[in-house]
């Protein structure tokens, strides 16, 4: 007689999960659009808001679905820190200063020549890998690097017209978005994704609401949709990324990155009747181009590493 004993009380086979390009392009696509429309609203508030203001308003309603979630749904394993709590900390309130600086620079230029100089955060993210994490960096990419502040470097027309002040605040931004970008990678060794936004929005929102009594300007009945527009607008970017990164590989979805130059363009032109330069957009192409050098080589070294049997 056969023993059926293991295979009567085997458990069922559960399908590996299988990647929807399609579905992760498009919400990759749809969450570069409301990022890019976050900025153009704190563009638009800017004029009769502080950036630490606007912050504080995009915090507020960002985190509101996180507490019903985490309160109101019981979803209470969104609250636990399992790594090292000064770092998540530290993560949020830095994170919370380059909220307020990204604002800073499209308030202070065009959408698109803002947009252009923060694409120079992947081209930084290697060279502070290789100094603060010890990371090998080819010379291949070293190079791609070079070509992208190369293009940087025509963005700016040394010999033209700055804007000093624009130009100071998006390359900023560009290097604490790419600090930031280190530091999450240590932190999501531990931490869920949903746990570092949460705490960012919380943490963010504290931290801007200290200013609020001397900063705060009584918005309009008609400022006040926008005021809620920013905070759903991130929130909304935050979700349709998960839901991207679930159904596509990093590398692809972060192609989808460089649309932002579209809407950035769109909003400019539509709103404030800007067009950008023709040296933006050289030094642009060329900085897009380098960071989609860097992609393709991370690609590939990717698929050399050797896969693990599932």
Not at 96 to 119: I, N
Not at 157 to 162: K, N
Not at 270 to 276: L, T, Y
């Amino acid at each position: 007689m056969t023993d059926t004993s293991d295979k009567s009380h085997a458990a069922p086979h559960r399908p590996s999960h299988v990647d929807n390009y399609l579905v992760g392009m498009l919400f990759a696509l749809l969450a570069f659009f409301l990022l890019a429309a976050m900025n153009m609203i704190a563009k638009l508030l800017s004029v009769n808001h502080s950036v630490l203001e606007i912050s504080f308003y995009r915090n507020l309603i960002a985190v509101m679905p996180f507490l019903f979630v985490v309160f109101g749904m019981g979803r209470r394993d969104i609250l636990n820190v399992k790594g090292d709590v000064k770092l998540l900390i530290f993560r949020s309130v830095l994170g919370t200063v380059s909220l307020a600086v990204t604002f800073a620079a499209y308030a202070a230029m065009p959408m698109a020549d803002t947009t252009a100089f923060l694409f120079t955060t992947s081209l930084i993210v290697p060279a502070l890998g290789f100094f603060m994490l010890g990371e090998r960096v080819s010379w291949f990419r070293w190079s791609a690097i070079a070509a992208g502040f190369i293009g940087v470097l025509i963005m700016v027309r040394p010999a033209g017209d700055v804007n000093v002040l624009g130009v100071t605040l998006a390359l900023s931004a560009a290097f604490i978005h790419a600090f930031l970008q280190i530091l999450l990678r240590k932190l999501g060794k531990v931490e869920s994704p949903e746990t570092v936004t949460f705490y960012f929005l919380l943490i963010g929102m504290l931290v801007t609401a200290v200013p609020m009594p001397f900063i705060f300007t009584m918005p309009t009945m008609e400022q006040v949709p926008l005021l809620i527009a920013i905070g759903l607008c991130g929130a909304l970017a935050q979700l349709c990324l998960s839901i991207a990164y679930k159904n596509a590989p990093a590398n692809v979805v972060t192609i989808f990155n460089y649309s932002g130059i579209i809407w950035a363009t769109a909003f400019g032109w539509f709103i404030w009747s800007d067009w950008p330069t023709l040296n933006v957009w050289i030094g642009g192409v060329l900085v897009i181009l380098s960071n989609l050098v860097i992609l393709w080589r991370e690609a590939r070294a990717g698929a050399r590493q050797p896969r693990a049997v599932e």
